[in-house]
């Protein structure tokens, strides 16, 4: 069975700096894809980024980077230049090829961005 | 496109009691799972349907029951409600039959209290 580990329960970032969550997972499967949610205090999830297992290049979507370090089986989210609205749960969650629609989760880590 | 709508948004049952929740996916999507959301626990997943067929279940006991109608609107039942199920459900719809490389997006929730 897969795990999703983040070791940060929370974490305080200056606005304006840049901050970076840990991930780290377990599966025996191959094929495997890594996603980052954002969960603000209004509940729903947010979709931040997406990372295969097979893509060479780590995934980016605006000031969002994935830290995808497939050896280590770590998949770290690198956030760029805070905003105040960043202030929210980070969820790390992984599928398998073969799985459907279920993912499964880490236990989150709440990021507050001071300004 | 109108997103992931639950509803309804809150509800409080009493122990013993049995309760139905609706979600109507994205426009076009036939994947619909469902999530638990508890302190205790984190994110759960419950169950998936696609295309009206049960693909995927969690562990959860037999109390927790679905359904996807060929409108692809879905519902989830919990009879004989329990302290611990209240949570926040989180309903999410896909256009694909795999997250492999398409990501689940989520609706607001429903958050349920049993008292």
């Known amino acids: 069975a897969q795990k999703i580990t983040q070791t940060q329960p929370g974490m305080f970032v200056q606005e304006k700096e840049a901050v970076t969550l840990d991930c780290t997972y377990d599966?025996?499967?191959?094929?495997?894809?890594l996603f980052w949610y954002k969960q603000p205090s209004s509940g729903e999830m947010i979709f931040l980024i997406y990372q295969g297992s097979y893509d060479e290049q780590n995934a980016t979507e605006g000031r969002y980077s994935l830290n995808f370090q497939k050896a280590r089986k770590s998949a770290n989210l690198v956030i760029s230049a805070s905003q105040l609205g960043d202030s929210a749960m980070y969820f790390c969650?992984?599928?398998?090829?073969?799985?459907?629609?279920?993912?499964?989760f880490g236990g989150g880590t709440r990021l507050m961005v001071k300004p | 496109k109108a997103g992931v709508t639950q509803t309804p948004r809150y509800l409080i049952k009493t122990r013993g009691q049995q309760v139905t929740l609706s979600c109507s996916p994205i426009s076009g999507h036939r994947s619909v799972s469902w999530y638990q959301q508890t302190p205790g626990q984190g994110l759960q997943f419950l169950f998936e349907y696609f295309s009206e067929t049960q693909r995927n279940k969690g562990n959860f006991p037999g109390r927790f029951s679905g359904r996807q109608f060929s409108n692809s609107r879905s519902e989830m039942n919990v009879s004989t409600l329990e302290l611990g199920d209240s949570a926040l459900y989180l309903c999410a719809s896909s256009p694909s039959p795999s997250s492999y490389n398409s990501p689940l997006h989520f609706g607001n929730g429903t958050r349920l209290t049993v008292t």
């Open positions: 599966t025996s499967d191959q094929s495997y894809g």
């Open positions: 969650a992984m599928t398998l090829n073969n799985a459907g629609n279920m993912l499964t």
